[in-house]
C-alpha cells in the first residue's frame, strides 16, 4: 500500500490529467444538454440585462426584489424559485461530499481537492 506522501506525489504528479479529464467530461455534458440552459449561481451585478440579451441572445432569468419596477409574471417567478432550489440542492450535496477540513500545504493541492470533490459529484450525477 502506498504511504499518503506517496500517493500525494502521485496525485500532484497527474494533475494536469486530471484537469483535462475534468474539462473533457464537463465538454461531453454540455454537447448532451441540448436544451442549452443553464443556472449560474450569481451574486448582484450591476449591468444592463437588456443589451446582453440584444447583443449575444443571452436571456438571463433573474430574481427581482419585491418592489422593483419591472416584476416578472407569476410563472417566471416560479421557474427562477425552482432553478435556484436546484442550485441550493446541489451546493448541499457537494458540501456534504467535503470533508470539514481540507489539508493542504500549497494552493495547487488545494485547487486538485476540491476539483476531484466537484469532478466525482459530477460523475455520481450524471453517469451512475
Known amino acids: 500500500m502506498l504511504s499518503k506522501s506517496r500517493f500525494n506525489r502521485r496525485i500532484h504528479s497527474i494533475f494536469e490529467l486530471i484537469i483535462d479529464l475534468f474539462l473533457n467530461t464537463a465538454d461531453i455534458i454540455k454537447r448532451l444538454n441540448i436544451s442549452s440552459e443553464y443556472i449560474i ?39 427562477i424559485a425552482d432553478s435556484r432550489k436546484r442550485v441550493e440542492t ?34 455520481n450525477e450524471k453517469f451512475l
Request: proline share 5%; aromatic share 10%; glycine share 2%.
Open 90 to 123: 446541489t451546493f448541499s450535496q457537494i458540501s456534504s461530499m467535503l470533508p470539514k477540513r481540507i489539508h493542504a500545504v500549497t494552493v495547487d493541492g488545494f485547487l486538485m481537492k476540491v476539483i476531484l470533490f466537484i469532478f466525482v459529484f459530477t460523475i
Open 41 to 79: 449561481d450569481s451574486f448582484p451585478v450591476a449591468t444592463c440585462e437588456d443589451i446582453l440579451h440584444e447583443a449575444e441572445s443571452i436571456k438571463l432569468m433573474i430574481a427581482r426584489k419585491s418592489n422593483t419596477k419591472r416584476p416578472h409574471e407569476p410563472w417566471k417567478n416560479f421557474l
